[in-house]
């Protein structure tokens, strides 16, 4: 039996370009990876069992127990790599990221997946085939293999990992419900297209990464960081669900350095001065009514990994 634990991200710099061809958009994404994180454990299953899956946690209700989640196309696409036809694997999720919630819950999952089965198999897949298989089962997916800070590429699969200095200090507010990860993009385009600037990958300049954000990161200075925390899906997800400017605004007034939607939202993360500080902010946001639940959490720390 093997244990993954493996964080959630927020993205510090979100830039979108263009709708391209294939459906996806170029993306500046600057990931950072949280401690609140899931565990999944992957044990031996009986012959001709396949994979299965459990879940536990506040949200295990609404987490899909099918083939369709990523944990278990994580196990299936790593034995097919493999040659191994079909796989008898026990998954187990124990739950902790919000579902749906913009910090990459599902694709953390299938990241540790991949890790979990790589191990229970003793397959000793190289880090490189990892990466692919998981860019094959989402865009997130290889940040949560690598965690610590990152700057995604092409639609955030290619990653650079990046300089940081310290530890930052953040608060999550968690939404009631999630939000459609295509279907915010999706708004995104139709806000850039009301607005007459055109949503194509031709329209929209390509992102950069912001040199002052990286500055920030690599200098651990949390007021420049959060100065410069950008997320171009923002003003979509607030379209969608315009409750969270009282989420933004709630742990803002209660002290938080910055605040901003994280990914495809509907969770807002709020970066805090200290520790303490960020447990004032998720008491005050618990407090506000304008969230489910709020945690406070620290970052970066590394991705996915077998607990001993
Ligand atoms: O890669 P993943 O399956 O997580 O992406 C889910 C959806 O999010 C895509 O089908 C697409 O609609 C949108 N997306 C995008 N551009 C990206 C990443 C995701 O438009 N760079």
Do not use: Y
């Amino acid at each position: 039996m093997i244990t993954v634990r493996v964080p959630a991200k927020v993205n510090v710099q979100l830039g979108v370009g263009g709708l391209r061809a294939d459906g996806f958009h170029d993306l500046a994404n600057v990931f950072f990876a949280v401690a609140l994180g899931d565990e999944v454990t992957a044990s031996a299953g009986a012959p001709g069992e396949g994979v299965t899956l459990t879940c536990t946690g506040p949200d295990a209700a609404v987490v899909p127990l099918d083939g369709s989640n990523l944990a278990a196309r994580a196990a299936r696409l790593l034995a097919a790599r493999h040659g191994m036809a079909d796989p008898d694997v026990r998954l187990h999720i124990a739950k902790a990221i919000p579902v749906a919630g913009g910090m990459a819950g599902g694709s953390a999952d299938g990241a540790a997946a991949l890790v979990a089965c790589d191990a229970l198999w003793q397959l000793a897949t190289p880090v490189a085939t990892l990466l692919e298989l998981a860019a094959e089962l989402g865009s997130d997916v290889p940040f949560a293999l690598l965690g610590g800070v990152a700057l995604g590429r092409g639609r955030g699969e290619i990653l650079d990992p990046l300089p940081v200095t310290g530890t930052f200090h953040w608060v999550f507010a968690v939404a009631d419900g999630g939000l459609s990860t295509p279907a915010v993009f999706r708004e995104c385009d139709r806000l850039r297209e009301e607005a007459g600037t055109g949503s194509g990958d031709t329209d929209v300049a390509t992102p950069d990464a912001d040199p002052a954000l990286l500055a920030a990161l690599a200098d651990g200075d949390a007021v420049a960081l959060a100065g410069a925390l950008a997320n171009d899906l923002q003003s979509a997800a607030l379209s969608l669900r315009p409750s969270l400017a009282a989420t933004l605004r709630a742990g803002t007034e209660a002290g938080a350095l910055g605040a901003l939607v994280s990914g495809s939202g509907p969770t807002c993360a709020f970066l805090a001065k200290d520790a303490e500080a960020a447990a004032a902010v998720a008491d005050a946001l618990r407090a506000s009514g304008t969230c489910r639940t709020a945690h406070a959490t620290h970052g970066p720390v590394p991705g996915a990994t077998v607990l001993p």
